[in-house]
């Protein structure tokens, strides 16, 4: 599967912005997908998750309650919408997709990945 992230920018503190995945390749509904960033002299961490089905998500504390994951597997998207965004949010958002569920926050169990998108917040 082909990923390719968009929706970065730069946004003020306290504001909203909405990432997109499209996918290509296998069927998109055999995935589960992720989104992981990375800030700058930082390693990359999970930030959400979400089931094939989209029935179960998955979300790092440091995000409950401002991201909502969510995917439409007829057009083959993810989606992460971003509220109340914090500087220390500012990172690269990428998106990747694995077969199982399992250990999800593991970068390492995911074979895909987008190229990322920057996400700037100023405060």
């Known amino acids: 599967v082909q990923l390719q992230a968009s929706g970065g920018g730069l946004v003020q503190a306290g504001g909203s912005l909405r990432l997109s995945c499209a996918a290509s390749g296998r069927t998109f509904s055999s995935y589960f997908m992720g989104w992981f960033r990375q800030a700058p002299g930082k390693e990359r961490e999970f930030v959400a998750g979400i089931s094939w089905s989209g029935g179960s998500t998955y979300y790092s504390d440091f995000v409950k309650g401002r991201f909502s994951v969510s995917r439409d597997n007829a057009k083959n998207t993810v989606s992460l919408q971003m509220n109340s965004l914090k500087p220390e949010d500012t990172a690269v958002y990428y998106c990747?997709?694995?077969?199982?569920?399992?250990?999800?926050?593991?970068?390492?169990?995911?074979?895909?990945w987008g190229q990322g998108t920057l996400v700037t917040v100023s405060s």
């Open positions: 990747a997709a694995r077969d199982r569920y399992d250990s999800y926050h593991r970068e390492d169990r995911y074979p895909y």
